[in-house]
């Protein structure tokens, strides 16, 4: 913290709200995303993907494209020098289709031409034998034994079955039903982007976005059949992420353009390819029955969750644990029976989505918890906090829950802010249900309050020791001023990851001047932006870089001041830096910071910071999985037009389990961000599927939150300092999704009355159609 | 926009398949932020935002979705905000357009971005040029726009980090004539529970 004795942050260290270093370039237009990328010569790519589901594919004839004027290269799976298939889990994606194509929009060939209008005419030019097979596309009949297998792997991702205490023990009181999550899309603004320039040495230099450029590089390697040391890595401007990103889409195709042409290849997708590119969050058909005492104590939880992972692995068995080990959400259950499996089928593959798995299961376990309360006639808050998990509690996997974990009060701090004020008949049409367009008549609107609360893990599970590693270094500037510099490869996307760098490394080392070198493959892995983890894990490996150049830069001149050894051993006992100068904390000498450098030279120093152990989930479902968690809850309120089904979310309220804040303006922007994205699956956004073919992959047809759907969010933090996180930090950025969704689906219940079982809800959802029917509106 | 197997699949693309289809190269003259540009080897069909970063490399300009369903490449077109992948560049041959970076580096423009800046309305950053160029537009024709109309004006631009909070939260402290506040928003996580956390 700033003042911490030490160390000085100043008014831009730990706990500012310090501006974005990368703002100015951002707000001016000269910021340089990966599809900004231009080099002289260079080539354009474009994908030529399977039109269809599932088809054998027969012949690719590329001799006719070949032979266009302009283009330079065409690619497909006889091309493929390396290994045939990549991906995050399980190598099972193959970099093109070969003998079938799996899903529709999967990658055929690849073509780079001189401009993007001839690849675009070459991709018209190749001719694909397809032979359209029936696809497989219902989730339900893909598990059964005995489905046709849609790969040779098999039909099943992952199964858990997760038991705990005892599952046939059962309350006097019960509610059951099912829910469907459709498939949300991350939609980040910038569609993917990448050039690739060949080396002299035959390796390749790529500067792209992407979520994390070490899971990249492997991957683009082994394909293409080359050492790692020959694919270096570098982070473009990256216009958004939201798990998107996790996967490798078309890295490895720019790639093998580049290798064959020798020149450089810019490759990006248009707003279309972008839709089928990456995997998306996936659909879940989850059925669960609470059961709880009389006064409304939960007994027991059941709960069957079925995932449709597409046509490849991506990270479906990450997001079923994910999915399964919260399914009870954040609740004292003594007895659980949490079942799921992800399938695969010829839709297109999902993987990655802020939330990851959490939203899915949330919606479904906070319809739960408001049926329950009805038939208790408990308020929905009151059976909340009454079965709020504490820290100390043992969650359905066995795993004691650590602190710190505010769920009840989180709950009863957003069912303490103030409610807007009622909807009157003086309100115009723009605050009205459909806006100006399609606005309702005042007496058909209903209001409705909903709540939710939720928890979401943060960092990577099940044993996975996802490290990060930064780099540190203090020297001095050409004018003889200290200045610090920090290098990690970790992906900023948007999260403010280069803002939160700065101000650790400026509270540690002391200095204003802060450098961050540009991310890429010359270090060590700072592991994914995802799982809520950035600015624990490189954040912490940022932290422990700048302790250790100053403890080096202290003992070196605890030496030269011939101070004890024991001094020497552990001078921050004896020295500390603060306002530029070394200062002795029992002699009072001063030596300026820059003497010191200039003295010994700079210092530098590396760290990897690692997160505490965790375990793997046995064959019941049990083991310690999660590093730890953070809560939330939000309230929404909701206007719905009875008459066309239209719903106006009027205002959301959150308080969000936090950790210590390093940044409480990034903050701020990262739990309005993750509430607009939650909002966006309960009322408008999904990518739908017939047949498996998405019918609507443009921003035409899947509907983003604009900022006449998004009301302010009144927003409390909880900020009790996490063990063993930098600070006492924790990741912030996937837990007010989890819930947003959950709460603005239960205000529309409260709202119009009814049961709303599937998200998004559609106003075919909530308009008596039967009266439309029947004239006599009987 | 119709639902139709999906993408750039094979034989669905609306170009000519072979060689020469005919087309007519165009040469004209755009004039992009008070500079005269040649643009040549044009194609009619090549819109304004195609001909901008592709032919100019004009890249301030943003390509989110070419439908003119995400504001990403709001420029104005004598002084009509417009999205520049929605209009054919040659119609723009004798207008004016003003993109961010033309907006000039005093004046209202600069104003807000400086809002925008000290806000945290900027996160990825993609969708702020476009956002900027239409708060612009916004604020010099409704100085005074209520904070329905605000939403109202700028739901052609989609931002899908922020949840436009810190965006109107820039507008509105433009439209107070306030001076951007820097680093000095409310700090404090000292206590365990801060309310507001990052000013409203
Ligand atoms: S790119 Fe023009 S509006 Fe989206
Ligand atoms: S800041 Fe990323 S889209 Fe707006």
């Not at chain 1, 602190?403 to 009060?409: F, H, N, Y």
């Amino acid at each position: 913290m700033t003042g911490r004795a030490g160390v000085v942050g100043g008014n831009r260290g730990v706990g500012s709200s310090e501006l974005r270093p990368d703002g100015a370039a951002k707000v001016g237009g000269a910021f340089a995303y990966a599809g900004d990328l231009r080099v002289p010569g260079m080539l354009h790519a474009r994908t030529l993907r399977s039109p269809h589901p599932r088809a054998r594919i027969g012949r690719v004839d590329t001799a006719a494209a070949r032979r266009l004027a302009g283009v330079l290269a065409v690619v497909t799976a006889a091309d493929v020098p390396g290994v045939a298939t990549y991906g995050l889990i399980s190598a099972d994606q193959p970099v093109f289709a070969a003998t079938e194509a799996r899903y529709a929009g999967e990658p055929v060939a690849a073509v780079a031409a001189v401009d993007a209008a001839t690849a675009r005419r070459a991709l018209a030019a190749i001719r694909v034998a397809y032979e359209p097979l029936p696809p497989l596309v219902d989730p339900g009949l893909a598990a059964e034994p005995g489905a046709e297998l849609v790969h040779p792997d098999g039909n099943i991702y992952r199964e858990i079955t997760l038991t705990h205490g005892n599952p046939s023990a059962e309350g006097p009181v019960a509610v059951e039903d099912s829910y469907f999550v459709g498939m949300q899309d991350q939609a980040f603004l910038a569609p993917e982007a990448a050039l690739v320039v060949p080396a002299a040495d035959g390796g390749l230099d790529l500067r792209l976005a992407t979520q994390w450029l070490h899971s990249d590089r492997e991957q683009i390697a082994a394909c293409l059949g080359l050492p790692e040391s020959l694919v270096r890595l570098e982070l473009a401007g990256v216009g958004g992420a939201f798990g998107g990103r996790e996967d490798v889409t078309l890295q490895i195709h720019g790639a093998l353009l580049a290798l064959a042409t020798g020149r450089p290849v810019r490759i990006a997708y248009d707003r279309v390819e972008s839709f089928l590119g990456h995997p998306h969050r996936h659909p879940a058909r989850m059925w669960f029955r609470h059961t709880a005492t009389a006064a409304g104590d939960l007994v027991s939880v059941h709960a069957r969750i079925l995932m449709d992972g597409g046509a490849y692995t991506s990270s479906s068995p990450a997001v079923l644990a994910n999915a399964v080990t919260h399914a009870a959400g954040p609740y004292r259950v003594p007895n659980a029976q949490l079942d799921g499996t992800v399938v695969r089928t010829n839709n297109p593959p999902c993987g990655a989505m802020r939330g990851f798995g959490v939203p899915q299961v949330a919606f479904g376990h906070e319809a739960q918890m408001d049926r329950l309360a009805d038939l208790l006639g408990l308020h929905p808050v009151a059976l909340r906090t009454r079965n709020a998990l504490r820290p100390g509690d043992v969650l359905p996997t066995g795993q004691i829950l650590g602190a710190p974990l505010p769920a009840r009060e989180a709950i009863e701090a957003v069912a303490a802010r103030p409610l807007p004020p009622p909807l009157t008949a003086a309100a115009p049409e723009t605050a009205l249900p459909g806006g100006r367009a399609t606005a309702a008549t005042h007496s058909r609107v209903r209001r409705g309050i909903g709540f939710a609360l939720g928890y979401k893990n943060l960092l990577f599970s099940e044993g996975f020791d996802d490290a990060s590693t930064a780099r540190a270094r203090l020297a001095l500037d050409s004018d003889g001023v200290p200045f610090g510099t920090v290098h990690s490869a970790c992906s900023e996307v948007g999260q403010g990851f280069v803002t939160v760098a700065g101000q650790i490394a400026r509270t540690e080392l002391g200095v204003e001047r802060i450098e961050l070198l540009p991310a890429d493959t010359g270090i060590g892995s700072a592991g994914s932006t995802s799982a809520s983890r950035q600015t624990w894990m490189s954040g912490g490996a940022v932290h422990g870089a700048c302790v250790a150049v100053v403890d080096r830069l202290l003992a070196r001149v605890a030496r030269s001041l011939g101070l004890p050894p024991e001094v020497v051993e552990s001078p921050r006992r004896s020295l500390v830096i603060d306002g530029g100068e070394i200062i002795g904390t029992e002699t009072g000498t001063r030596l300026p910071l820059a003497e010191a450098l200039a003295d010994g030279g700079p210092v530098e120093a590396e760290y990897t910071f690692h997160h505490r152990r965790t375990t793997a989930l046995d064959a019941r479902g049990q083991g310690d999985p999660h590093v730890a968690f953070a809560a939330a809850a939000h309230r929404a309120v909701v206007d719905v037009d009875l008459d066309l089904g239209l719903v106006r979310v009027v205002a959301m309220a959150l308080a969000q389990d936090c950790g210590t804040v390093i940044n409480p303006l990034s903050l701020r922007g990262q739990v309005e961000g993750g509430t607009a994205q939650g909002l966006g699956l309960a009322v408008m956004e999904e990518l739908v599927t017939v047949g498996g073919v998405v019918t609507n992959p443009t921003l035409h047809d899947y509907l983003l939150p604009t900022a006449a759907d998004v009301p302010a969010l009144d927003f409390v933090a909880l900020t009790y300092p996490q063990p063993g996180a930098p600070y006492g930090v924790k990741g912030v950025g996937e837990a007010p999704t989890c819930t947003a969704t959950a709460a603005v689906v239960a205000a529309i219940r409260d709202a119009v009355g009814r049961d709303l079982r599937r998200v998004p809800v559609r106003p075919v959802d909530l308009v008596d159609l039967s009266a439309l029917a029947d004239p006599a509106g009987r | 926009m119709s639902a139709g197997p999906a993408g750039p699949v094979d034989g669905a693309e609306g170009d000519d398949t072979e060689g020469d289809d005919g087309w007519e190269p165009l040469q004209y003259h755009l004039n992009v932020d008070g500079t005269r540009r040649v643009v040549s080897g044009a194609r009619l069909e090549e819109s304004l935002l195609t001909v901008l970063r592709e032919r100019l490399g004009v890249t301030s300009v943003k390509d989110a979705c070419e439908q003119g369903r995400c504001g990403a490449c709001s420029v104005l077109l004598d002084d009509r905000l417009v999205t520049a992948c929605t209009v054919l560049a040659a119609d723009a041959v004798d207008a004016r357009v003003l993109t961010v970076a033309g907006l000039g580096a005093s004046g209202p423009a600069a104003r807000i971005q400086a809002a925008f800046l000290a806000h945290g309305a900027v996160q990825c950053g993609f969708c702020t040029p476009g956002l900027v160029v239409a708060v612009t537009d916004l604020l010099g024709r409704r100085p005074a726009a209520g904070e329905q109309e605000i939403r109202e004006a700028l739901a052609g631009n989609i931002c899908r980090c922020t949840g436009y909070g810190r965006i109107l939260a820039a507008v509105r402290d433009v439209q107070a004539g306030r001076a951007p506040g820097g680093s000095g928003a409310p700090g404090g996580s000292g206590a365990n529970r801060t309310n507001g956390v990052g000013g409203a």
